[in-house]
């Protein structure tokens, strides 16, 4: 539920107090409640007009290629916006289990693609775990020379008598 008197990133989503005008994890600036609330609705109508049956004719681009199980996942994610797909599969490569194609092609309208293409990326990063939040200290080294190190994978700072990461346990020795 959108709050009209809080502040919102549009970016992550995140909730703010109407006092914060920036986003703690994207650093961008922050949107007014009301502001959110129009956005959703104009979404809304966008979505509503938007047909997802694909007529013959149409031209289409592969978004995607892999197996039934991840081919499930992304139609559900393109399903949610709207947006029309297509499975096709290699009639060359045939799986072990049986006579339906191992790699599966998802298709989407050409005009769609970006759209499908960042929701895809987003589903990624968020199944993975790879939002920009979470590569900030990866660029981080463990030197034993120092007094403090930061974990590449959580970013907790801990000193250099340990050879573990004390709060997600990544070890260095």
Known sequence: ????????????????????????????????????????????????????????????????????????TLQEVLAARRIGFQVSGDENSCAKKGCSPAMLYLQVRRQEAAEAMQLLDAAYRKATGLDGSALEHTDAVFDQSRQEATCPACGHCFSTNLTTCPDCGLCFG
């Open 1 to 72: 539920m959108i709050d009209p008197e809080l502040r919102y990133c549009p970016q992550c989503g995140d909730e703010y107090r109407a006092d914060i005008s920036h986003c703690a994890v994207c650093r961008v600036a922050l949107i007014s409640g009301r502001q959110r609330l129009q956005q959703e609705e104009e979404h809304r109508a966008i979505l509503e007009n938007r047909s997802v049956d694909i007529r013959e004719g149409e031209e289409l681009v592969v978004v995607y290629r892999g197996p039934l199980a991840d081919i499930k």
